[in-house]
Every structure is written in structure tokens, then in C-alpha cells.
């Protein structure tokens, strides 16, 4: 996952030389994917962090988290996303930095259009490029800013240049070398416009793991809000509530999600909720609601144990 | 300096460690990441149903007899697995390319599972007894 600043400047001369030929062919009119959204985007207050030799995944992250409000610089992402025996930084560590400040990210679809709809949307987007051969790869984070649909080019921040243009077909190509990857890294109300149900889940998931309880609770209610048939968001957010004292509302969460999906997990922690408001007769009442979707055998057999112990402790 | 940089590295170390260990429900409830793990790993008993469920249908049992494996007997294989082996060989069933000879790819695989584990490179079924 190394980022070379040489093979940057070879793609720099090679960038508008490209775009060039482009602006001289008749490009046509715009294709069909390009419906409803704007002619050209340019999000101007994103920061540019230039990159240190071999660390544009930090510069990359300092510049997402600064559009989204959090000042922190390169170097001291750097501990966070940085491998100096590989010399750059792993996907899944760019993911656990963001989160680290406080921010949701949340991996995007592998598609130009969902870029482009996110940057519409006001969101600058990471992504790994490949600028080199899939033989030879020269791994590169850098975060498109915006988009100029009648010449077919997308906006860079990306190494030592503040505002890379490169046409859409060079950057589709480098982008595929590199699987395709891309992620937003936004305040924790917020989510991407193009996110997916799975990956916002894993996102939220990741997330309470190192963020506070306040900033857990906003990401999970974005969450259940976009996909409230989610059975995990829903278990995330009444946890999230759980834990800040605000038991009534997660045993309303919970209740319903129980009931849609009679889920062992959801009936197991509704119980659990009504313990600790003292409704003892509510508690065994979930308690055995979840011990007979236990019963049922598949992927909530695994909660028996915990039913068991939570009816008894309702009927003690 | 080498020892503040020590002492800190290991403060920063020992940090990491006591947040990956972060158990992100409150005490008691059930996570939402065990919720979504549990719901992403087809279960033990969900794989044992499906395999008997590959047994069922009549094409596989037939040509299953064609093979000299009784379709009875293939239902004892199937209990006879753990959890484990059972997944392995339901995610061999799930890997098989989409729209191409699933019937092809059961048969192949309980009939392969057999005669390795009579040649003792595998031991998937358990009342098979290698011939070395």
C-alpha cells in the first residue's frame, strides 16, 4: 500500500494530456446514469493536507475529517493508519482511524455513479487507486472532491496536488486496479446517500466499539432510521439507549423489532429491559418469548442460555 | 527519551488492547454485532437441514443409488458429521456456480467425501475405516 509521489507526477503529466484528447472529441451528450444529478460539483471547502513521502492514507483521512469537522493533522493520523514496514496504510485501518475521530465511515458502493451521487450529495470520498500495473502496483488514497460531467473528469485532492483533474475513463481504470474501494467518513448523525444496508450496519458496528455512547447513539439512530427492518441496528440502537439511561425508548425499539422478526435476541434484551425498570411481570414474559424462538432451533438457538437465565431472574 | 518513548509506546499498546476488548453492549444485553454475526453464519443445525434437504430430492437420491450409496446411508453421513464438517460441505454446495449442476456438484462431493475417507486422506465420515 505504498503511495510514490514519482509515479503521482508521471500520472500528472499523463492526467491532462488525456483530458485534453477528450475536450477535442465530441464528447456527446451525457449518458443515461448521469440523470438528476448536477452538471459539476466542486466541494471548495475541503481542506488539502499534502502528503508526507509515503503517506497519503493520513493525508487522505486529515482532509475527510477536516471537511467534517474535525481538525486533526496527518502525522498524528499517521499512528493510527500508517504501516512503516509496508510503507502505507491498510484499507481496514484508513476505516478504524475515522472511527477513531469520532467518525462513521462507511465503505461505498464500487460504482463512478455512487461517487459522483455522494460528492452531489456533499460528501468528499476517499479512494484507493492503483496507479501503477496490477503486476506492479503503486497503491494510492486520495479524496475526490468533485466532478465536471460535460468534460468527463473527476476532482482530486491527492498527493502533492491540491486539485487533480483526471477524465473519468483513466480514473475508472486506476480505481478498478484497486478493487474498486471507496468510503465516507461522516459526523455520526449523517450517512452516506449510497450507502448499503450491510456495509452502513458494519459501520455503526465498528463504531461502538471505539466512539462514545453519545456519538453510538447518533450513528445507530441514522441507522434504524434509513433501515428499520434491520434487526441488528435495532439491537444496536436500544443498547446504545441502554446505555444512556434512556430504557423507556429501548424497550419500544425493542418490543417492535421482537415482534417483527420474534427474534430471540431482541426478546432476550426486552426482557432484560424490563428488569431493569422493575417490570418483573413484562420480564418473564419476554423471557419466554425468547426462550420458545430459542426453542426453534436455527440462528437463535445460540441465546438459550441467556433466555434461561433472564427468565429466572424475572420469576425469582 | 528511550524509556519515555517505551513507557509511551506501551500506554499506547496497552490502550489499543483494552479498546479492541471493548464490549460494546451494555452488561447483560446481547450486542448488535453478535446479532449480525449470528445472522451472517449459516448455522450448524440450518447446514445439517439443508444437506438433508439435498437428500430429499429424488434426482440426488437416484443418483446416489446409481453410485452404490444408499440414500438411507447418506442421511446417517449427514448426521454423522459435526457442526463444522457440515458447514464445510454446505459452503462447497453454496460455491457451486450459480445456475450450473448443483445435482452434479452434491452427488460429487458425497461420493468424493466417501472414497477419500476410505483412502484415509479425509475423515469426514466417521464409520468409514480407512483401508491403510
Known sequence: ?316 | MPLLRRLTAGFAAAALLNASLVHAAPPGLIGAEQVAAAQAAPTVSSAHERLLAQLDRAEVAQALSERGVAPELARERVAALTDEEALQVARHIDEAPAGGDVLGTVVFIFVLLLVTDILGLTRIFPFTRPIR
Open chain 1, 1 to 316: 500500500m505504498q503511495c510514490q509521489r514519482r509515479h503521482l507526477l508521471a500520472l500528472a503529466v499523463a492526467a491532462p494530456a488525456l483530458s485534453g484528447c477528450a475536450s477535442l472529441a465530441a464528447l456527446g451528450p451525457p449518458p443515461p446514469w448521469l440523470a438528476g444529478l448536477p452538471e459539476r460539483v466542486e466541494l471548495a471547502a475541503v481542506p488539502f493536507v499534502e502528503q508526507a513521502r509515503f503517506h497519503c492514507g493520513p493525508a487522505a483521512l486529515a482532509m475527510v475529517a477536516g471537511a467534517a469537522g474535525v481538525e486533526v493533522s496527518a502525522d498524528a493520523l499517521a499512528d493510527w493508519a500508517f504501516l512503516p514496514a509496508r510503507e502505507g496504510a491498510l484499507q481496514v485501518e484508513m476505516l478504524a482511524a475515522a472511527r477513531r475521530q469520532g467518525l462513521l465511515a462507511v465503505v461505498l458502493p464500487g460504482e463512478l455513479r455512487a461517487l459522483l451521487v455522494e460528492l452531489a450529495a456533499g460528501h468528499p470520498v476517499v479512494v484507493l487507486q492503483n496507479l501503477g500495473l496490477a503486476i506492479s502496483p503503486r497503491w494510492h488514497y486520495a479524496v475526490a472532491i468533485g466532478y465536471d460531467a460535460a468534460a468527463r473528469e473527476l476532482l482530486l485532492r491527492s498527493g502533492a496536488e491540491p486539485r487533480q483533474r483526471m477524465a473519468w475513463f483513466t480514473f475508472e481504470r486506476t480505481w478498478a486496479r484497486g478493487g474498486r474501494w471507496a468510503f465516507a467518513a461522516l459526523p455520526p448523525g449523517r450517512l452516506p446517500a449510497t450507502a448499503r444496508e450491510p456495509e452502513a450496519v458494519q459501520a455503526a458496528i465498528g463504531f461502538e466499539r471505539v466512539a462514545s455512547p453519545a456519538q453510538v447513539l447518533h450513528a445507530w439512530t441514522a441507522v434504524h432510521a434509513r433501515w428499520p427492518d434491520n434487526l441488528p441496528a435495532a439491537i444496536g440502537l436500544a443498547n446504545a439507549q441502554v446505555g444512556q439511561g434512556r430504557l423507556a425508548e429501548a424497550a419500544q425499539v425493542l418490543a417492535q423489532a421482537a415482534a417483527q422478526h420474534d427474534s430471540a435476541a431482541a426478546w432476550h434484551n426486552l426482557a432484560q429491559v424490563h428488569l431493569r425498570r422493575g417490570e418483573r411481570d413484562a420480564a418473564a414474559d419476554a423471557a419466554r418469548r425468547a426462550l420458545a424462538a430459542a426453542d426453534r432451533g436455527g440462528a437463535d438457538a445460540r441465546w438459550r442460555d441467556a433466555a434461561l437465565a433472564v427468565l429466572r431472574e424475572a420469576t425469582r
